[in-house]
């Protein structure tokens, strides 16, 4: 049994990460904001009040989880404004940054020392952050902030070699969730693919950034 601290996991691809990681017997604790219903009625330990985009409530995680190993650090939480060049909106885009490229480095960084030699350090991208895949334009803010937690990501894979802990970028695919407008694959699809790629994730493949389905992206 390990034990996965999740982010963002009250809705969508986090509440199916939650679920089936505690169907197959795993202690999970599920960090986010505001807990609910669905997520309450998980044999999981919830952990409210946590923000990722806000450095202020990073105390609050590390009291709560004390000196708890965690073996599978999930950095989920995440938010998407659609922009064009047309409807730029630079307050949207300083918010995608704070969660999405920053939320997952912050986390990391309060937990450090619940990670020992065999943990994993998984961030949800995307693989619209890939500057090679881009052919299409738009979403200048969160193809952006995908692109820089896949550089601190990166960071991570060099910083945490060294104790044993093997990082991952994976991108989740197009997922019928609010984010995306009920667009793509379920939920449930998805997170069956992100639980198979972290638990074949090594130190020797350590640093990756792949697709749900197990094949790689470009950078």
Avoid at 17 to 44: E, H, W
Avoid at 86 to 98: G, I, V
Avoid at 197 to 217: N, V
Wanted: net charge negative.
């Amino acid at each position: 049994m390990a034990t996965v601290l999740i982010t963002g996991c009250n809705r969508g691809i986090g509440l199916q990460l939650c679920t089936q990681f505690a169907q197959r017997g795993d202690d999970v604790i599920a960090a986010c904001r505001k807990s609910n219903a669905d997520l309450d009625a998980l044999p999981v330990r919830v952990v409210s009040g946590i923000d990722v985009g806000d450095g202020a409530c990073m105390p609050l995680l590390k009291d709560a989880i004390g000196d708890q190993t965690i073996d599978v650090l999930l950095n989920n939480a995440g938010i998407l404004h659609g922009d064009s060049l047309d409807s730029l909106d630079y307050d949207a885009m300083e918010q995608q940054f704070r969660i999405n490229s920053l939320g997952p480095l912050r986390i990391t960084e309060a937990l450090l020392d619940n990670l020992v030699s065999g943990s994993k350090v998984i961030i949800i991208s995307s693989r619209v952050g890939s500057i090679e895949d881009n052919s299409s334009g738009g979403y200048y803010g969160y193809r952006a902030s995908k692109t820089a937690v896949n550089q601190i990501g990166m960071n991570l894979k060099h910083d945490l070699e060294p104790r044993g802990i093997a990082v991952a970028l994976l991108h989740p695919g197009l997922v019928a969730t609010e984010m995306t407008g009920g667009q793509g694959i379920t939920p449930q699809e998805s997170a069956e693919g992100l639980i198979n790629r972290i638990d074949d994730l090594s130190l020797e493949t350590s640093g990756g950034f792949w697709h749900a389905e197990g094949y790689p992206l470009p950078w």
